[in-house]
């Protein structure tokens, strides 16, 4: 079975800095996809980045990017210029590649992240 | 799009009583989920739909809890009797088909804040 882990439980990073939060992940498979979700305190889940595991380039979007390493089932996501709104519990998520019906996502347990002045 | 609606955003009931959440996919998703969160178990998939047809239900811990999809645009998650230990956050999440090829990108909905007293 497939097991995601998220080792901060938290993390804090100042206006305007940068931070990573750490995800690893254990699979068989070979193609997959893994996704950064966003939980602000509305609850409310938002997709911030996916990354294709076929694909070696590394997804970027805007001050979200990924460092994904596969060999090493690592898949970081840091924030650059880090702004009050970006406070909130971020999931590292995994799915694997399925020709056919959907699969389950598995989430991490969650790094919840605070954004100082 | 007004995104994954559910409805109610607060539900307190009392031990034994029925509960029933309700979802409103984005338009055009083929695919719905239903998720549950704790702090003991994090997130949790109970069931997913494809095209209205429930295709894993493995996730849902036991028998008084129901879920069902009369129509693409409608889905409900029903827990009868109710117990305390039922209190959790219930996410609805809804995907289109050709995420398949995409990534499976689940959009999720604000979530239904379940308490049993």
């Known amino acids: 079975a497939q097991t995601v882990t998220q080792s901060q439980p938290e993390m804090s990073v100042q206006e305007a800095e940068t931070v990573t939060l750490s995800c690893t992940y254990d699979t068989s498979e070979s193609d997959y996809y893994l996704f950064w979700y966003k939980q602000p305190p509305s609850r409310q889940m938002i997709l911030v980045i996916r990354?294709?595991?076929?694909?070696?380039q590394n997804a970027t979007e805007n001050r979200f990017s990924v460092n994904f390493q596969k060999a090493a089932k690592s898949f970081s996501l840091k924030i650059s210029d880090s702004q009050l709104g970006d406070a909130a519990m971020y999931f590292c998520?995994?799915?694997?590649?399925?020709?056919?019906?959907?699969?389950?996502?598995?989430f991490g347990t969650g790094t919840r992240l605070q954004v100082t002045l | 799009d007004a995104g994954v609606i559910q409805s109610p955003r607060h539900e307190v009931t009392e031990m034994g009583q029925e509960v029933t959440l309700r979802c409103k996919p984005i338009s055009g998703h083929d695919y719905l989920f239903w998720y549950r969160q704790t702090m003991m178990r994090g997130l949790e998939l109970l069931i997913y739909?494809?095209?209205?047809?429930?295709?894993?239900d493995s996730g849902m811990p036991e028998d008084r809890f129901s879920a069902k999809m009369p129509n693409a645009s409608f889905s409900t998650l029903k827990i009868q009797p109710s117990e305390p230990r039922d209190s959790a956050v219930y996410f609805c999440a809804s995907s289109p088909r050709l995420a398949q090829v995409l990534g499976d990108t689940q959009y999720f909905g604000p979530g239904t804040r379940l308490t049993v007293l």
């Open positions: 990354q294709e595991a076929y694909k070696q």
């Open positions: 998520a995994y799915r694997r590649l399925n020709t056919g019906t959907a699969s389950k996502l598995t």
């Open positions: 739909f494809n095209n209205n047809v429930p295709i894993d």
